[in-house]
């Protein structure tokens, strides 16, 4: 079957609506237990009972709830929240001018009280501020922890701490993330960030950066800058999108616009140009490479049975059979990140923390076979270890198991391409390569952790090692993906 066949059997498969049901179906039982709330309409849709969506979060070890018919829960913008409570206000303050007999005292106690049942109804969206520290970064970036907003309309989804962390910087120390990098960094805007909200001047100064020889941000980065930013005007309290700040947004919005369209248009053509080595061939090279250290040989050994991003740094060792009372508190056996469960009989990954969790949920891997004996072995010379492999980032370490390994250098035009991500391109590649069958693009895309679409993505022309000495990609042992 040709790569269009396959297309077109795939899109075949997509516009079937009892396969198209049975993977939405999927998706919400992902999002179950993900400790996502679905709405009453979507269990009548989806043919799903309280009682299964209760079964469901017992299995991810969360606790049973209730959902009442067609409740949805509506979450609202702040100058939204504040009109509420200063229309409640006013309507009462009317009613009381009306009923001239009503003790004043007695009006005063009712002011009083609808007012704090206002901020009753919203105290987790409301936080008391000093007006000269409304605009600041650290406020905001504390509002935005204890109002992390919804990442997913449909689903009420809310955002993960880490999607916080890149905006905002994290919760406790020095405020960074796009929120820094924009108005700290590259407007020296500290205080009072409402004073550097100028669109068209931001986008002078990020068209400076563009025409540099040594670029200080991409369009990408920029993308991520302005929809933090858009984000910022939404949903803090200090703006008002549909009054002062109306203008203001929507020239962000056709700004975001304009930079998600280059940068999108860059990396398809990024893809055309890039290769990428044969995967088999990275392997080999890493496994009989002396410089290559025995952890990294680990990692190189595992890839193909569990591919990741960079999610396996912190990996911590729990040096027993898992159990269904460690699946129930697994959030808190390693502050939210990943662990292993080694024991003789059984090893499994317990994979809860990464890029697509809110599609895919909590993964719960065991390493079989072939797998099982090389972390086993690795144990074996390394015992008592709190983590598989570093307490850090995994993308360094990877840097160097690939230059050690004589896979990149320096000179190679593709050295400079991220590290963990050059295996991703070089594993999907290779399986791309030679895939016919609809079916088997899903199960790529769910050993990958992401969507079938999103594997054309990743797919490079295959090339042997780059050879400094000749300065070419001389073979392409295949490109009929490319």
Known sequence: MTTNQSTLSMQKLRKNPDYKLKEERKRIISRIKSDSIPRYATLQKYNLTIEDVNTIRNEAGLKKIKIQPHQDIIYKPMNIVQQEINAATTKQIDQIQKEATVNVVENKEALDKIQQEAKDKYKNFIVNVDKKDLYSILTINKWFYANPGISDIKTNQKRAPGTITKMFGPESGKPGGYISQLFDKMLNVKDNIRKGININTIEKKYETFLTRTKKLYDQQSIVGHLSMLSVVMREYPGFDIEGEDKDQYNVLQKTIQKYQTSSSAKKIQKALD?????????????????????????????????????????????????????????????????????????????????????????????????????????????????????????????????????????????????????????????????????????????????????????????????????????????????
Do not use: C
């Open 274 to 482: 890039e290769n990428t080595v044969d995967y088999d061939e990275i392997k080999q090279k890493v496994l009989n490479s002396p410089k290559v250290n025995s952890k990294m040989k680990l990692y190189m050994k595992l890839y193909e049975d569990f591919p990741t991003r960079d999610n396996l740094g912190k990996l911590k060792i729990i040096y027993h059979k898992i159990t269904d009372n460690d699946k129930k508190n697994i959030k808190n056996l390693n502050k939210g990140e990943n662990l292993i469960f080694i024991d003789e009989n059984n090893i499994t990954l317990a994979f809860i923390n990464y890029k697509t969790h809110n599609h895919f949920g909590d993964i719960y891997h065991e390493f079989k076979g072939e797998y099982k004996k090389f972390i086993l072995e690795y144990i074996k010379e390394n015992p008592k270890s709190e983590y598989l492999f570093y307490a850090g980032k995994m993308s360094g370490h990877v840097k160097q198991m690939l230059l050690n390994a004589g896979v990149k250098t320096k000179d190679d035009p593709q050295g400079s391409s991220g590290n963990i991500n050059y295996l991703r391109k070089a594993f999907v590649s290779k399986a791309l390569n030679n895939i016919t069958d609809p079916e088997d693009r899903v199960k790529l895309g769910n050993l990958m952790k992401h969507t079938p679409a999103t594997s054309l993505k990743y797919n490079r022309k295959i090339t042997e090692i780059y050879d400094k000495n000749k300065n070419i990609f001389e073979k392409i042992k295949y490109n009929e993906n490319a």
